[in-house]
């Protein structure tokens, strides 16, 4: 099992920049994957309704999605179970709750609850 904490969200102006973290803690075998998935305010959080955005791997292979290249980027230490995503050049688009991740193949997935963040134009 998995315990994990956003925090980094917020009010930003269009254009501005926001870094979100991501701790987790509990098993690591658990953790190999870590990654950040948003769906717009207001509903529970569905995995249907929801893009994923960036994740990283604890070797450090990146992935990201189609919007996010080029602004984001996500990056992770090790040592402290913690993955970062640095958002650059924020878009009203980019509204979204921020939900951190974590996946292994040995594990169920684990969720956090959530860190909202909101690009006023």
């Known amino acids: 099992q998995v315990h994990i904490v956003e925090s980094g969200g917020g009010l930003v102006q269009t254009g501005g920049s926001l870094r979100l973290t991501c701790a987790a803690s509990g098993d690591t075998v658990c953790i190999s994957l870590m990654g950040w998935y948003r769906q717009p305010p207001g509903k529970e959080r569905d995995m249907l309704a929801s893009t994923m955005v960036a994740a990283i791997t604890s070797g450090g292979t990146t992935y990201y999605g189609d919007s996010m290249k080029g602004r984001f980027t996500i990056s992770r230490d090790n040592g402290k179970n913690t993955a970062y995503l640095q958002m650059n050049s924020l878009k009203p688009e980019d509204t979204a709750v921020y939900y951190c991740?974590?996946?292994?193949?040995?594990?169920?997935?684990?969720w956090g609850k959530g860190t909202l963040v909101t690009v006023d134009s």
């Open positions: 991740h974590t996946y292994s193949d040995q594990c169920e997935d684990n």
